[in-house]
């Protein structure tokens, strides 16, 4: 974007040839340097180039009376496209570009979130300014479309900030409350971190590791019950621990908080069966399965359980698909099912 803030400053001082030829200039400068240094055309700085040359086609084109007046109107059209296509999609071009143009500038899934809630007070902002511009070209005086096209600009980019600036400040005072999730990749490793509201809104969609503990017992597998304050799957039975891994901790540290705090046991001995992505209706969970042969009495901290009991394996058969199991145990026990088993024949032998 470099070539635009240059296009848009000399414009204001010298006008719009000396805008577009400084602009453009700047940008051949940019594609020749990649060039040399990386033997490759850079498709932003093309994009860049291209960008420029239709709203410098358009100042040059709208020179004169109501065309004239006009042109903000367009160039704000235009900035709006990129600016939307940011704020309100998948792929944040304003951060590519950011991240393209300074080297070493990574941000993680939550930075760039945050970025994104900027860019839709920005839009929404420059979608006002630029409508009170072509009200001004069409019906006001040329005082007033002058005040609102000029300066009426630099407010817009003020009330951004201040907005910004305000929104994040509360969220901020919110957010230091809250529990902070690492976010990862599909192989477990981390790439950020953010407040656990905004993990499960539903609309980040961002995958966060979470610990499940199977806990086999002389006679069967003990299952939690889920309270019905949950959010998610009140009432239901499931896996004997589960939780989130908190920022700073690792899976061995989570596991060993989630299985204290749930059931009062040690999970020291416990055996790692694998990884699995799973999705709620409010999250996207990489889930660490371990077991953990267990003989002793189990008590559920009724602080975070509604209780818990020992099933049979034929009885955990015949309850699914049933709605009395939680849709993740049922998915958790497809999978690890024939483990279990093993793990609990072999054990009861030896007891």
Not at 12 to 30: D, P
Not at 45 to 71: E, P, R, S, T, Y
Not at 99 to 126: A, D, N
Not at 324 to 345: H, I, Q
């Amino acid at each position: 974007m470099l070539p635009l803030i240059l296009f848009v400053i000399v414009e204001l001082m010298w006008g719009t040839t000396a805008g577009l030829a400084s602009a453009l200039a700047l940008g051949i400068i940019q594609l020749l340097w990649f060039w040399f240094r990386e033997k490759r055309v850079d498709k932003f700085v093309l994009a860049d180039i291209g960008f420029l040359i239709v709203l410098g086609g358009l100042a040059l084109l709208f020179d004169n009376a109501l065309l004239f007046k006009l042109k903000p109107v367009f160039i704000g059209a235009a900035i709006l496209l990129l600016i939307g296509y940011s704020a309100f999609s998948d792929h944040n071009l304003v951060m590519l570009m950011s991240q393209r143009y300074f080297k070493g500038f990574i941000v993680g899934p939550f930075e760039s979130w945050l970025m994104q809630q900027m860019l839709k007070v920005f839009f929404w902002l420059m979608a006002a300014h630029t409508l009170m511009t072509l009200a001004s070209a069409l019906w006001l005086s040329h005082a007033w479309w002058a005040a609102i096209s000029g300066p009426g600009f630099y407010v817009v980019v003020a009330l951004m900030f201040v907005v910004s600036w305000l929104g994040n400040r509360q969220r901020k005072e919110r957010w230091s409350r809250e529990e902070w999730l690492p976010i990862v990749d599909e192989e477990g490793k981390v790439q950020g971190h953010a407040p656990r509201s905004v993990v499960h809104s539903g609309k980040t969609n961002w995958l966060h590791p979470v610990v499940h503990l199977q806990v086999i017992t002389p006679d069967g597998l003990w299952l939690q019950k889920r309270p019905l304050h949950k959010a998610v799957q009140p009432g239901k039975w499931d896996t004997a621990v589960g939780g989130h891994v908190s920022k700073g901790e690792d899976i061995p540290t989570a596991l060993r908080k989630e299985a204290m705090e749930e059931i009062g046991i040690k999970p020291d001995n416990a055996i790692f069966l694998g990884r699995y992505l799973w999705r709620s209706e409010i999250e996207r969970e990489l889930v660490f399965v371990f077991a953990l042969w267990y003989d002793k009495v189990i008590t559920p901290n009724f602080k975070e359980l509604d209780g818990g009991k020992v099933w049979t394996f034929p009885d955990l058969e015949a309850a699914m698909g049933k709605d009395v199991l939680t849709p993740d145990f049922e998915e958790e026990y497809r999978r690890y099912g024939n483990a279990l088993k093993s793990m609990y024949k072999e054990q009861k032998a030896v007891f």
